[in-house]
Nanobody, 115 residues
């Protein structure tokens, strides 16, 4: 049974910082891709950032230079460090694990950036 658990969402003022964490557990190997997606009210879920077990990263253009994704392979944990937050970063953030061509999703965590 694979579980993906998210923590770290909060309310923050524009220009502030937040760090999200996501831990995957169960019978999975560290050879996987983990990432973050977000969904704003009335909008589709969109990719924020991905990281492979080899450390290859991919970011949405809207967060490049402000967000950093990292991971601890030994713990199957991925982090999203967010700086210079903007009101448009507001949304529910979801962690995703792709392992053996299967998607696993964590519960969403709310990030609200006030102007």
């Amino acid at each position: 049974q694979v579980q993906v658990v998210v923590s770290g969402g909060n309310l923050v003022q524009a220009g502030g910082s937040l760090r999200l964490s996501c831990a995957a557990s169960g019978s999975i190997s560290s050879t996987n891709v983990m990432g973050w997606y977000r969904q704003a009210p009335g909008k589709q879920r969109e990719l924020v950032a991905l990281i492979s077990s080899g450390g290859i990263t991919n970011y949405a253009d809207s967060v490049k230079g402000r967000f950093t994704i990292s991971r601890d392979n030994a713990k199957n944990t991925v982090y999203l460090q967010m700086h210079s937050l903007k009101p448009e970063d507001t949304g529910t953030y979801y962690c995703n694990l792709v392992w053996r061509m299967t998607d696993y999703w964590g519960q969403g965590t709310q990030v609200t950036v006030s102007s």
